[in-house]
Nanobody
Framework: VQLQASGGGVVQAGGFLRLSCAAS????????TAWFRQAPGKEREFVAS????????DYADAVKGRFTVSRDNAKNTVSLQMNSLKPEDTAVYYC???????????????????WGQGTQVTVSS
């Protein structure tokens, strides 16, 4: 499975961006999918995840209420709508998918086998 993240860019604080993760080689529709991010000098951290059905989601406290993860299984894509962006949201954002079909949501990186290349999000103050 190859994942391609896109939609990053430079935005002012308070603005919004929408990231997309497209899969090829295998359908995403049966796998829980997540977004992680890594800021300069910091470890990669969990941002949000969504179940294969889309009915269950999980968010890190830092983004809860501002970010929304969604999926379109017909298009084999997962999106991350990011509103009210803050300078501390600046990071490279990665999408990741589990190898196990169906299953639960996880926050640990080790639970995700497939990773995209990352897309840069920069929020200026």
């Amino acid at each position: 499975v190859q994942l391609q993240a896109s939609g990053g860019g430079v935005v002012q604080a308070g603005g919004f961006l929408r990231l997309s993760c497209a899969a090829s080689g295998r359908t995403l529709s049966t796998s829980a999918t997540a977004w992680f991010r890594q800021a300069p000098g910091k470890e990669r951290e969990f941002v949000a995840s969504i179940s294969w059905t889309g009915r269950s989601t999980d968010y890190a406290d830092a983004v809860k209420g501002r970010f929304t993860v969604s999926r379109d299984n017909a298009k084999n894509t997962v999106s991350l709508q990011m509103n009210s962006l803050k300078p501390e949201d600046t990071a490279v954002y990665y999408c990741a998918a589990r190898n196990e079909r169906y299953g639960s949501l996880y926050r640990a990186e080790r639970e995700y086998m497939y990773w995209g290349q990352g897309t840069q999000v920069t929020v200026s103050s």
